[in-house]
């Protein structure tokens, strides 16, 4: 399992990964990969989360960029010491890649910026320490 964590403006993202074995095909080179995403508000107001914008690198250096409105579906709304928590899950053609990006917040001010989401990596194997 592969973790990051990263705070933009008191929004702190918290990501881990997982390679899901019985979802992939070696022979059809389709690694797949769920990963769950929390998102807590330690910032001084409310903020709503409207859109995301991930970056997807595979160990061929391809890269795809995968851009829309809200998560799952949903656009929340997090006030102080909120948090949204949600699994996805994406499909590599190698056994190791990485991703990162960035979701659009919006303040209860009505300025927008950038939360970052830190690099994480998707891999078949466990990393050895």
Request: neutral net charge.
């Amino acid at each position: 399992m592969s973790m990051s964590e990263s705070t933009t403006r008191g929004v702190r993202v918290n990501v881990s990964s997982t390679y899901i074995p019985e979802r992939s095909s070696k022979t059809k080179s389709q690694f797949f990969f769920a990963y769950r995403v929390s998102i807590t508000n330690e910032g001084n107001s409310p903020v709503k989360l409207l859109s995301r914008h991930w970056v997807v690198t595979d160990a061929n250096e391809q890269v795809e960029e995968v851009s829309g409105p809200g998560v799952v579906g949903e656009q929340p709304l997090l006030r102080f010491g909120e948090a949204f928590t949600y699994t996805s899950a994406c499909v590599l053609k190698t056994p190791l890649g990485v991703m990162r990006g960035t979701y659009q917040m919006l303040t209860d001010g009505g300025v927008t910026f950038d939360a970052e989401i830190a690099p994480f990596t998707l891999a078949q194997k466990a990393a050895l320490h």
